[in-house]
């Protein structure tokens, strides 16, 4: 365990290159737009769902 520790910290600090602050901050917005696209997608297919089952248990029980 702890040579899987110390090879893994040794790889972070010899392989691992963090990205600059300018394609840190693109990478932020694209994962913030695709965010709030796939809320919106997840907030559409809910409320069309809610509304379908509204009007099944309506003729159910109707």
Same mark, same amino acid.
């Given at each position: 365990?702890?040579?899987?520790?110390? @090879?893994? /910290? @040794? @790889?972070?600090? #010899? #392989? /691992?290159? *963090?990205?600059?602050?300018? @394609?840190?901050?693109? *990478?932020? /917005?694209? /994962?913030?737009? +695709?965010?709030? *696209? +796939? &809320?919106? &997608?997840?907030?559409? $297919?809910?409320? $069309? +769902?809610?509304?379908?089952?509204?009007?099944?248990? #309506? +003729? $159910?029980? #109707?």
């Amino acid at each position: 365990m702890f040579t899987y520790i110390k @090879e893994s /910290v @040794e @790889e972070l600090r #010899n #392989n /691992v290159t *963090l990205p600059s602050r300018a @394609e840190s901050s693109n *990478l932020m /917005v694209i /994962v913030a737009v +695709f965010s709030i *696209l +796939f &809320a919106l &997608a997840t907030w559409g $297919v809910d409320t $069309v +769902f809610s509304k379908v089952i509204k009007s099944y248990f #309506n +003729f $159910v029980l #109707n």
